[in-house]
């Protein structure tokens, strides 16, 4: 069975700070992997997707992926308190797109 | 990113009674759509897969029967909640991925609520 481990948090970091997050998966045969963020009461936004080992950023957002270790990573730099929400790993194995999600971990950036 | 609408946002219904949840991909055309459902502080659990004009994949113990999904179209897929009762209460969120799309974009959810 497909499974998607996030460290459970809740994490907290001060306004201004780095936030990490992290994410390891067993299915090695996995392709693609994606950062969602949700809001309480809606619903997930992508904000970052990896493909290929080592680093991507976007803005403030770096993705890091090691597939030898299964292991893809979030940091979130210059943290704001509009960045507290549920950060949610999902990964990918085929052409099926079909996601297997971690449960989430829970941010707060205290101002 | 592509853009996925779902509607309703929010449905209040009696028990007993039938609600149809809407989920169009405006911009591309989703071979593929998902649907989830989210009970308060849990993660995402999918119910099924719906492919365009073949019949949806649900998961394990997900009742086939009383969430009936169609994928008529490349940019529609539907999910009816059937003879609904309280426990079907429940945020239900689709996405949809396709065409030159490898991610997977999220309808705005249907926030249910049967009393």
């Known amino acids: 069975q497909k499974e998607v481990e996030q460290n459970s948090g809740p994490l907290s970091v001060p306004e201004g700070a780095i936030a990490s997050l992290n994410c390891t998966y067993s299915?090695?045969?996995?392709?693609?992997f994606f950062w969602y963020r949700q809001y309480s009461g809606k619903s997930p936004e992508l904000i970052m997707s990896i493909y290929s080992n080592g680093d991507k950023e976007d803005g403030r957002f770096t993705a890091q992926l090691n597939k030898a270790s299964q292991y893809v990573s979030l940091l979130i730099r210059d943290s704001q308190p509009s960045d507290s929400a549920t950060y949610l790993c999902?990964?990918?194995?085929?052409?099926?797109?079909?996601?297997?999600f971690g449960k989430g971990t829970l941010l707060t950036v205290n101002p | 990113g592509a853009v996925v609408s779902q509607h309703p946002s929010r449905v209040i219904c009696k028990s007993g009674t039938s609600v149809k949840i809407e989920c169009r991909s405006l911009d591309f055309q989703a071979t593929t759509m998902f649907w989830y459902r989210q009970f308060p502080k849990q993660s995402l659990m999918l119910m099924a897969t719906?492919?365009?004009?073949?019949?949806?994949?649900?998961e394990q113990g997900v009742e086939k029967d009383k969430f009936l999904i169609n994928h008529a179209s490349l940019t529609l897929s539907t999910l009816t909640v059937t003879s609904a009762h309280p426990e079907d209460s429940s945020f239900y969120i689709c996405?949809?991925?396709?065409?030159?799309?490898?991610?997977?974009?999220f309808g705005q959810g249907t926030r249910l609520t049967v009393v």
């Open positions: 996405s949809a991925s396709g065409g030159i799309h490898t991610e997977a974009f």
């Open positions: 999902a990964v990918t194995g085929g052409s099926n797109y079909k996601l297997t």
């Open positions: 719906s492919n365009e004009g073949s019949k949806a994949t649900y």
């Open positions: 299915d090695r045969g996995s392709q693609s």
